[in-house]
């Protein structure tokens, strides 16, 4: 089937309204000329004369009269789906909300961002959620409106990434932990004592700081996707949580940190914002992209 200019239509239309290539012309803000050629290109494609010339301009034939019972209608349905510019208002929104974030990370951001989404769309389900081996297919399927982890995120051109904020790795103590507020020598790592946080798909399968920070095995006495859980360990033990310096500075108040000797290893250096290309736009999705960077680029004593 030959394809038709929809901008033809345009034309069609105007000129059965008109009956004149000059005041078409007028009316589309092109030559006469131009709408002459068009008429052309119509006639060709519909295999009919369309209008026929008469003393006082044009006159539409039985088919360009049935054509213009029919097409005003699909126009505007068009005009509607490809012009029609989509709004999003929070306060009204009913639907979910769905956020994938590192572990390390929405344990200081998670609260903060949650809090933000729910004042301003309160009839909105907000799930803050774990990153996961699904994360990005999510994401596509739109399941997910937004993914925060560590950089890098190894993804294809269906994705696009930012960076909203930067981080450390530090050791997290009790308030009074004889190591708190120093530097570790390696032989002090070697020594330690530790407590790890389980990030699905992240560390699960070995403990971060024996990974990155150490040339043999530590000393890894409790492990636990619970933050609750290895927070109240080290409140009553000697125990190190290797953590994210953003949650060391999050938990100020009830805990102390020290810091290891080797430097930060870039998987944790910078935190990025990873999104749908093709959603990315959508004013939803702008959104809460607005509340992730205000969130995260707060202070974290606030």
């Not at 500075?249 to 914002?273: A, G, N, R």
């Amino acid at each position: 089937m030959k394809q038709l200019d929809l901008n033809l239509l345009r034309v069609f239309l105007v000129l059965l309204k008109t009956q004149n290539t000059r005041m078409a012309g007028d009316a589309l803000s092109l030559s006469q000329p131009a709408v002459s050629k068009a008429l052309r290109r119509l006639r060709n494609y519909f295999d009919d004369e369309l209008f026929t010339r008469v003393h006082t301009g044009l006159k539409p034939t039985p088919r360009a009269l049935e054509l213009g019972e029919q097409l005003p209608m699909i126009m505007e349905s068009l005009d509607a789906v490809i012009l029609d510019t989509p709004n999003f208002d929070p306060l009204e929104y009913k639907g979910k909300i769905t956020i994938a974030i590192n572990g390390f990370i929405s344990n200081w951001l998670g609260a903060r961002l949650c809090l933000a989404l729910v004042q301003d769309a309160p009839n909105a389900q907000v799930n803050i959620v774990n990153w996961g081996s699904q994360t990005l297919q999510k994401l596509l399927d739109g399941e997910i409106q937004a993914a925060i982890n560590y950089s890098p995120v190894v993804t294809n051109k269906q994705f696009t990434h930012q960076v909203i904020g930067d981080d450390d790795f530090v050791g997290l103590v009790r308030i009074g932990h004889p190591m708190a507020g120093k530097v570790l020598s390696q032989e002090e790592v070697k020594k330690g004592q530790y407590a790890s946080l389980v990030v699905p798909g992240w560390n699960d399968t070995q403990p971060f700081i024996e990974k990155h920070l150490s040339a043999g095995e530590l000393k890894i006495q409790a492990r636990s996707s619970y933050l609750h859980t290895l927070l109240d360990v080290i409140k009553q033990s000697e125990l190190i949580l290797p953590c994210s310096k953003q949650l060391a500075h999050y938990l100020h108040c009830e805990f102390d940190y020290l810091s290891f000797p080797e430097q930060t290893p870039e998987e944790i250096k910078k935190i990025v914002l990873v999104e749908s290309h093709n959603m990315r736009m959508h004013p939803m999705h702008q959104w809460i992209k607005s509340k992730i960077l205000t969130a995260s680029q707060a202070n974290i004593g606030d």
